[in-house]
């Protein structure tokens, strides 16, 4: 055993996730951002750009994609950063859950405890966000599919330690990835690009601090819980990654649906684009100990290894 592989004392993990939260509360008092007022809620939707960056369509690179009109590829991107955003409420909500449960009757002066709230309002702002964005879209509401909102319904009551931190990170690093494309790219309609960028600069500090939370929640965790948990994360992470676009998008978008499915579907280069995106998530899983064989059925399920 490396020195850097000695499990850290009581003492200083608490010191080092002290030190975490502050910096982290600081970072969010110097740069944060009101979505009412960043965001250009008011001037009409041009339907002369895309939704989101076109390489990241479920469809882009099949023979359909090739078929459709300029016209088609722009609503199908729109209807499916709609979804993406969508499922962001949903993931949000069951984060929200968790994190209030995590620090329900602890010490309020804690710095954790204070991010933790602050971290809350965020994903409250972001919600708001994203529902205004899908709306402006032009999309109705998207909703995962019954079994993903019953098994939400399981996962935001139970999950705790790793398992809560775990996936609350593979939701936002997977969002994050594609966000960062999005938000650079001008021929996406300029407030998605704004709610791209708000979404990215806030959930930065969330990721860390999911991280932190992760390292330190399996502190000590012997081999049983880590191989459950480890499971859990994984089938967490493919019904959340699962439920991004809704089956309906294609339908909304005008397209043959069945179709549009099959394609999508069989796609390698959205599967590609989904493995690239979730690199270093999957670096930091395995260096937890958290990719089991089990888990990686199900990450290879959802495209992420």
Same mark, same amino acid.
């Given at each position: 055993m490396? @020195?850097t592989?000695? +499990?850290?004392?009581?003492?200083?993990?608490?010191?080092?996730?002290?030190?975490?939260?502050?910096?982290?509360? !600081? @970072?969010?008092?110097?740069?944060?951002? !009101? +979505? =009412?007022?960043?965001?250009?809620?008011?001037?009409?939707l041009?339907?002369? $750009?895309?939704g %989101?960056?076109?390489?990241?369509?479920?469809?882009?690179g099949?023979?359909?994609?090739?078929?459709?009109?300029?016209?088609?590829?722009?609503?199908?991107?729109?209807? #499916?950063?709609?979804? /993406?955003?969508?499922?962001?409420?949903? $993931? #949000?909500?069951i984060?929200?859950?968790?994190?209030?449960?995590d620090?329900?009757?602890?010490?309020p002066?804690?710095?954790? $405890?204070?991010?933790?709230?602050?971290?809350? %309002?965020?994903?409250?702002?972001?919600?708001? *966000?994203?529902?205004?964005g899908?709306?402006k879209?032009?999309a109705? +509401?998207?909703?995962?599919?019954?079994?993903?909102?019953e098994?939400?319904?399981?996962f935001?009551?139970?999950a705790?330690?790793? =398992?809560?931190?775990?996936?609350?990170? /593979?939701?936002?690093?997977?969002l !994050?990835? *594609?966000?960062? !494309?999005w938000?650079?790219?001008?021929?996406?309609?300029?407030f998605?690009?704004?709610?791209?960028?708000?979404h990215v600069?806030?959930?930065?500090?969330?990721?860390?601090?999911?991280?932190?939370?992760?390292?330190?929640q399996?502190?000590?965790?012997g &081999?049983?819980?880590?191989?459950?948990n480890?499971?859990?994360?994984?089938?967490?992470?493919? $019904?959340?990654?699962?439920?991004?676009?809704?089956?309906? /998008?294609?339908?909304?978008?005008?397209?043959? %649906?069945?179709?549009?499915?099959?394609?999508?579907?069989?796609?390698?280069?959205?599967? @590609?684009m *989904?493995? @690239?995106?979730?690199?270093g998530? *999957? #670096? &930091?899983?395995?260096?937890?100990?958290?990719?089991t064989?089990? %888990?990686?059925?199900?990450?290879?399920?959802?495209n992420?290894?």
């Open positions: 490396t @020195s592989d000695v +499990p850290r004392t009581a003492e200083a993990a608490g010191a080092g996730r002290h030190e975490t939260a502050r910096r982290l509360l !600081d @970072s969010s008092a110097m740069l944060s951002y !009101d +979505p =009412a007022t960043e965001v250009d809620w008011e001037t009409p041009d339907k002369d $750009f895309h %989101a960056s076109p390489e990241w369509s479920t469809l882009y099949t023979a359909y994609w090739a078929e459709m009109t300029p016209e088609q590829q722009k609503e199908l991107t729109r209807q #499916e950063a709609a979804s /993406v955003a969508s499922t962001g409420i949903w $993931f #949000e909500m984060l929200q859950q968790m994190v209030l449960r620090f329900y009757a602890k010490d002066t804690d710095p954790a $405890f204070q991010w933790a709230l602050t971290e809350i %309002a965020d994903e409250c702002r972001h919600s708001i *966000m994203f529902a205004r899908a709306e879209l032009g109705p +509401p998207y909703r995962p599919r019954r079994l993903a909102v098994l939400g319904r399981v935001k009551a139970t705790r330690g790793e =398992a809560a931190y775990a996936a609350i990170l /593979v939701a936002e690093e997977v !994050d990835v *594609m966000q960062r !494309d938000m650079r790219d001008e021929r996406v309609v300029p998605v690009r704004t709610i791209n960028n708000i600069v806030e959930e930065s500090r969330h990721m860390k601090f999911a991280r932190e939370e992760t390292r330190e399996l502190e000590g965790a &081999f049983l819980r880590r191989r459950i480890a499971l859990v994360i994984a089938i967490a992470s493919y $019904f959340i990654v699962s439920s991004m676009i809704n089956r309906d /998008v294609y339908k909304n978008a005008g397209l043959d %649906a069945e179709r549009a499915l099959r394609e999508a579907k069989a796609n390698e280069h959205h599967k @590609s *989904m493995r @690239s995106s979730c690199a998530l *999957m #670096e &930091f899983l395995g260096s937890c100990g958290l990719l064989r089990p %888990a990686l059925v199900f990450y290879k399920r959802a992420l290894i």
